[in-house]
């Protein structure tokens, strides 16, 4: 009875937090890429390294992340905690020209907060450097300076791709330039990146959604609202603002549809002509949060896309792991044949109800269900993806 008494009045025993640190990837003369790394309380099982979007940046969830009432440059949609706890380390990074997160995105407010991204974290001059060949070569320099470090370089490594790092990943992968343990994709095309964006840039999902709504809903114009109940989609936030943003206005006709399909589709050619010239000089600026950044790619970025023609299935071909693509439901682009898999005997699809694209939903940070989905699909290629190869000797870089 004693003991049970005790029992009752002693705290629970709470999960010790990751152990944070970060190391230092050099991937070019003058240039390196600081690694976030997270360790669990115990011996880690594995490495899983995450390879970032097309944005760049470490933190897959940063924008709606900076907009929490705290910003936790820890947090990362939940997936540390959740990665951790399953015994894993992890190892967040961005892209060249991007300092730490958690050294430049200080403020009381969003504002502020993306104010001091845009204006301290971000280096211009190597941001102007950025295209889709460094990209690939940068993800390749991070997955073997984490190999290379006696801390690391012994666990197998498990990559977890965002949206176009699929590419990055299963292109070095597929090549036999990295020999991850499996492969997960969130969001991670299976297509060739030039139909991706073909299919961005033409503006697909929101003309093929608002013809449906017209097909089923056959009246003289349709309001925002209309449009997602005629086409049964279920609107996230940031899916209604590309819809305003493509049609320009918060009601369609027909022939608005027609007008704005037309535009858009010239808007496209008129980038494949520019950019099947040389364009490495040109460095194509942006904005975040509202704030303009200099330079965030290097416009020969969009050359190298448009020329890709290997879906990541077919890069896959050459690698033996285990990959499983995750899709959201509500994802914005176009969901993937379920037979898509089949030039690659050891990849399977999986879609996960009510989130979009970074498996997110409405709050733009993904629910615990899709968190728990990524961490099953980690789990499963771990277990039986052959191992790694050998960790190449420790060069002493931290």
């Known amino acids: 009875m004693l003991l049970a008494v005790c029992a009752t009045i002693l705290p629970a025993a709470v999960a010790a937090p990751p152990t944070y640190r970060q190391v230092l990837a050099p991937v070019e003369a003058g240039i390196d890429i600081p690694v976030d790394l997270y360790w669990p309380a115990n011996a880690p099982r594995a490495l899983v390294i995450v390879a970032p979007n097309s944005g760049g940046l470490a933190d897959p969830y940063f924008d709606p992340e900076l907009q929490q009432a705290t910003y936790r440059p820890d947090h990362r949609g939940g997936l540390v905690e959740a990665l951790t706890g399953q015994g894993y380390a992890v190892a967040f990074f961005s892209l060249r020209g991007f300092a730490p997160l958690r050294e430049c995105a200080h403020g009381d407010h969003f504002a502020a907060r993306a104010t001091d991204f845009a204006t301290h974290c971000v280096n211009s001059e190597v941001r102007g450097t950025a295209n889709l060949v460094t990209t690939t070569a940068d993800t390749e320099a991070v997955f073997h300076a984490l190999s290379a470090l006696t801390l690391t370089g012994k666990l197998p490594q498990v990559a977890l791709a965002f949206s176009e790092?699929?590419?990055?990943?299963?292109?070095?992968?597929?090549?036999?330039?990295?020999?991850?343990?499996?492969?997960?994709?969130?969001?991670?095309?299976?297509?060739?990146?030039?139909?991706?964006?073909?299919?961005?840039?033409?503006?697909?999902?929101?003309?093929?959604?608002?013809?449906?709504?017209?097909?089923?809903?056959?009246?003289?114009?349709?309001?925002?609202?209309r449009v997602f109940?005629?086409?049964?989609?279920?609107?996230?936030?940031?899916?209604?603002?590309?819809l305003q943003e493509f049609l320009g206005?918060?009601?369609?006709?027909?022939?608005?549809?027609?007008?704005?399909?037309?535009?858009?589709?010239?808007?496209?050619?008129?980038?494949?002509?520019?950019?099947?010239?040389?364009?490495?000089?040109?460095?194509?600026?942006?904005?975040?949060?509202?704030?303009?950044?200099?330079?965030?790619?290097?416009?020969?970025?969009?050359?190298?896309?448009?020329?890709?023609?290997?879906?990541?299935?077919?890069?896959?071909?050459?690698?033996?792991?285990?990959?499983?693509?995750?899709?959201?439901?509500?994802?914005?682009?176009?969901?993937?044949?379920?037979?898509?898999?089949?030039?690659?005997?050891?990849?399977?699809?999986?879609?996960?109800?009510?989130?979009?694209?970074?498996?997110?939903?409405?709050?733009?940070?993904?629910?615990?269900?899709?968190?728990?989905?990524?961490?099953?699909?980690?789990?499963?290629?771990?277990?039986?993806?052959?191992?790694?190869?050998?960790?190449?000797?420790?060069?002493?870089?931290?």
């Open 165 to 225: 790092g699929m590419h990055h990943v299963t292109l070095l992968a597929g090549q036999g330039r990295i020999a991850p343990a499996g492969i997960v994709g969130a969001g991670g095309p299976t297509a060739p990146l030039s139909a991706l964006w073909a299919y961005q840039m033409q503006r697909g999902f929101y003309v093929r959604m608002v013809q449906k709504a017209f097909d089923r809903c056959r009246a003289p114009t349709l309001d925002l609202d």
């Open 229 to 242: 109940a005629c086409a049964e989609a279920r609107p996230l936030a940031a899916t209604r603002a590309g």
């Open 249 to 398: 206005a918060t009601a369609v006709s027909p022939a608005t549809l027609a007008a704005r399909r037309q535009y858009a589709q010239a808007l496209y050619r008129q980038a494949l002509a520019h950019y099947a010239g040389d364009v490495s000089d040109e460095v194509m600026p942006g904005t975040f949060g509202g704030v303009r950044v200099p330079a965030v790619w290097n416009g020969s970025y969009y050359s190298q896309v448009f020329q890709t023609r290997a879906s990541t299935v077919v890069q896959l071909q050459g690698y033996t792991g285990k990959t499983i693509y995750l899709f959201g439901q509500l994802d914005y682009l176009q969901l993937p044949d379920p037979g898509a898999c089949a030039a690659s005997p050891r990849c399977s699809i999986r879609t996960i109800d009510a989130v979009g694209h970074g498996l997110e939903d409405e709050s733009g940070i993904p629910p615990a269900h899709a968190v728990q989905a990524i961490v099953d699909a980690v789990n499963t290629v771990s277990a039986i993806a052959p191992a790694p190869a050998a960790a190449a000797p420790d060069t002493g870089k931290r």
